[in-house]
């Protein structure tokens, strides 16, 4: 309001008449009144009100005008003069040149200000300063350009209101880390004049004044409503193609799948029959036939997990994050591929530390990031024939702080070239390879924040390792 005001003062067309007014009456009094005092001393506002409409050379001239005017009622009043209007006139004299020197110092501390007010308008960033009631005391074009509201609009306004900002997290956190640290930055939605919404990367910081009290909030802010989009746009191709090429494991999967369904079924068969059978003899053997039945149950409840497994890795859901014991996802992907190790003629070998503490991650993304290097390794040994086919699967804690889980084998290796486009989308050597597994085992594994990487064994063959940070954050919600 004070700003306002000081404003339509500062470019009233009525000033210069008043200022002149003012200069003409002080003549006046001074040269036809007989006043004792020094009247000429008030030609100090005359300077001071030019000051507001005058550039400096201005202000210098109307100093000048006003130092001839006292001389001048000097000169036309001092044959009535007793000495003491020397003594008056020269104090107006040094009021008048004090004012001047005060004034043209404090017009271009003004100007040094305006100039680095004017600067704050050339970046693209949204910047503004809040008082302590949230009140908006300065808003730059960018900040204009990005709410559709303009300076004039937002200068007085609760900028949470104007703004109807959405915070990360509780408003109380927020201002204690600020006032805290003096510094806050996170991620707000804000709502534009228009009603659409923009998401805005935005840092605080905050201004004491000389008592250390909290004064200003400086918030700049850019915008990234695009980025995020494009992230959230990129989350949700990740997700399908992740989705497209677990379809195709699945298909070329089939055969240890149908064997994995067979088997129990058949044993269910093979049991039931038994069963009969002990129950139509003479004397029912009925030991016998809880035995039948028992390993019936097991055999239908393993059939029953085999599909549910195939169900969730053929449906396309969203990524869910839960704690999970890494140990039973490598079990579960393994009873998926149990038909590639025998048709592969693979030695396949366990190492999986006991009690590993739980990961955050999604059972279904992190089994197809096991099956898809299982896989892998074990056709790096198809044309292995003079040493053993080994692929050997470990889980471990590293440094307590991440789950490492290491799948290696004994293949034909990967040239030194190649290391750096394995996770490439598309890299294959394989005459029927998509090239598309390891790198939708990187976007699943980076999504979890953790890395996936390969090197080469002391002896033949490859290890492929990731690593998933404990209670690991998701990064995304595709
Ligand atoms: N364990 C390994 N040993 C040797 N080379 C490997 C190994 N794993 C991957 N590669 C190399 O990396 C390439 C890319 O693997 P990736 O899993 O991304 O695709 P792919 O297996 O060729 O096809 P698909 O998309 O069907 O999985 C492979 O073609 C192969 O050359
Ligand atoms: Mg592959």
Redesign the pocket.
């Known amino acids: 309001m004070a700003g306002r005001l000081s404003t339509l003062f500062a470019t009233s067309s009525l000033l210069p008449v008043i200022a002149v007014a003012f200069a003409v009456g002080i003549f006046v009094i001074d040269t036809v009144t007989p006043l004792e005092a020094a009247v000429a001393v008030l030609y100090v506002v005359v300077i001071m009100l030019a000051s507001n409409f005058l550039p400096r050379p201005g202000v210098l001239l109307t100093s000048a005008i006003c130092l001839v005017l006292t001389a001048l009622s000097f000169l036309l009043t001092h044959e009535l003069d007793d000495g003491t209007g020397l003594v008056k006139c020269l104090l107006s004299i040094a009021a008048i040149g004090i004012t001047t020197f005060l004034t043209l110092k404090n017009q271009s501390a003004n100007m040094t200000l305006r100039e680095q007010a004017r600067l704050l308008d050339l970046t693209h960033d949204a910047i503004f300063v809040r008082d302590t009631n949230d009140v908006i005391t300065y808003w730059n074009r960018g900040a204009e350009k990005l709410y559709g509201v303009t300076r004039e609009e937002a200068v007085g306004r609760v900028a949470h209101v104007l703004l109807q900002t959405r915070f990360p997290e509780s408003s109380d956190k927020i201002l204690a880390d600020l006032l805290h640290t003096g510094r806050w930055e996170g991620e707000l939605v804000h709502t534009r004049r228009d009603g659409t919404r923009a998401v805005v990367a935005s840092r605080w910081a905050l201004k004491r004044d000389e008592r250390g009290r909290p004064q200003e909030i400086l918030e700049t802010g850019n915008d990234v409503t695009a980025e995020k989009h494009a992230q959230e746009t990129l989350a949700e191709a990740h997700a399908q193609l992740a989705h497209v ?1 677990r379809a ?1 494991t699945l298909g070329e999967l089939t055969a240890s799948i149908g064997h994995e369904v067979i088997q129990p079924l058949a044993g269910i068969v093979t049991n039931g029959e038994a069963g009969l059978r002990w129950l139509k003899r003479d004397v029912p053997q009925l030991e016998e036939v809880r035995g039948a039945i028992e390993r019936m149950i097991r055999d239908g409840k393993r059939a029953d997990q085999v599909i549910r497994r195939l169900r969730a890795l053929a449906k396309k859901a969203p990524m869910q994050a839960m704690p999970l014991d890494l140990n039973e996802v490598i079990n579960e992907a393994i009873t998926l591929v149990q038909r590639e190790v025998l048709n592969y003629r693979v030695t396949l070998q366990l190492e999986l530390a006991p009690d590993l503490p739980p990961a955050l991650g999604d059972r279904v993304e992190l089994q197809q990031v096991i099956i ?1 290097l299982m ?3 074990m ?2 040994m198809e044309t292995v024939v003079d040493r053993p086919r080994s692929l050997v699967v470990c889980s471990g804690l590293h440094d307590a702080q991440e789950i490492l889980i290491s799948v290696q ?1 004994s ?4 040239a030194p070239d ?1 290391m750096k486009r ?1 996770f490439k989308a598309f ?4 005459p029927n ?7 939708i085992c990187r976007s699943i594994i980076e999504a979890h924040g953790g890395r996936v990487w ?1 090197s080469s064994n002391a002896g033949p ?2 290890s ?1 390792q990731f690593a998933l940070p404990l209670n690991a954050g998701i990064r995304h919600e595709p």
Request: charged share 10%.
């Open positions: 090429t195709a898809n896989v892998n390794g056709q790096a084998d293949g034909s290796g990967i190649d394995l890299f294959t050597t394989k390879g998509m090239g598309m597994g390891l790198s390969a063959g490859t492929f």
